[in-house]
């Protein structure tokens, strides 16, 4: 089935730093979404993608227009509140809602 | 971006009792909640699917019987985990679709512990 590919699965960064993470679908897809989870659960999107790129702050996120099988998420200037695990996910082949999800890249940044 | 509510944030319940967790979208309507659940191990399962004006969608895996869910509007959905035990532990989450892209919007999600 479709599978989504997550790297690294875990990063630490001192503040300041920059770093990227990055995803990879075994095959074309339509979309890409970005989150970050807290330590309490809650799943924050970050970006939503269809192609192109987004900024959103310190946060920039890429997604290959061409063949549609990679996208990566951007850290400027790492901060504290950075730290959680990063997921991305993309809408299953079939057409409907269903996402499938990485399995995270857990970030800690430290002072 | 929309606003997803869950409710309870947490809960505790015996092995062999049910819960019932609800789902509310503010300030805008749904096109489609999903369930997901996501395990200790950090990875999601999707339960089922509910799109307006279409009957929900089960996954592999997941009943109507064991989660039967409600989706009497487009703002609010509820599940049920009936009969709970050890291997119904984890995050469920709900995921609201506002519209014909992809994007998904989730609530902050229900711990469920069972004991």
């Known amino acids: 089935g479709d599978q989504v590919e997550q790297s690294p699965s875990a990063l630490s960064l001192h503040e300041g730093t920059d770093s990227a993470l990055r995803c990879n679908f075994t095959t074309t897809m339509r979309s890409v979404q970005w989150f970050r989870q807290n330590s309490r659960g809650s799943l924050i999107s970050l970006f939503y993608?269809?192609?192109?790129t987004k900024e959103n702050g310190r946060l920039k996120s890429a997604f290959d227009s061409k063949e549609r099988r990679y996208s990566t998420l951007h850290i400027r200037d790492a901060q504290l509140e950075d730290s959680g695990t990063y997921f991305c996910a993309a809408p299953n082949q079939g057409g409907s809602a269903k996402l499938i999800f990485g399995e995270g890249t857990k970030l800690t940044v430290s002072s | 971006g929309a606003l997803v509510y869950q409710y309870p944030r947490r809960t505790i319940c015996k092995s062999g009792t049910s819960m019932r967790m609800e789902c509310q979208a503010v300030?805008?309507?749904?096109?489609?909640v999903a369930w997901y659940r996501q395990s200790p191990q950090k990875t999601f399962e999707l339960i089922a699917l509910s799109t307006v004006n279409s009957a929900i969608k089960y996954e592999q895996n997941f009943t109507q019987e064991k989660f039967p869910i409600s989706h009497p509007n487009l703002s609010f959905s509820s599940m049920t985990v009936l009969n709970a035990y050890l291997e119904d532990r984890g995050l469920y989450l709900c995921g609201v679709r506002t519209g014909a892209l992809y994007e998904q919007y989730f609530g902050p999600g229900t711990r469920l512990t069972v004991l």
């Open positions: 993608l269809a192609s192109g």
């Open positions: 300030g805008f309507q749904a096109t489609s």
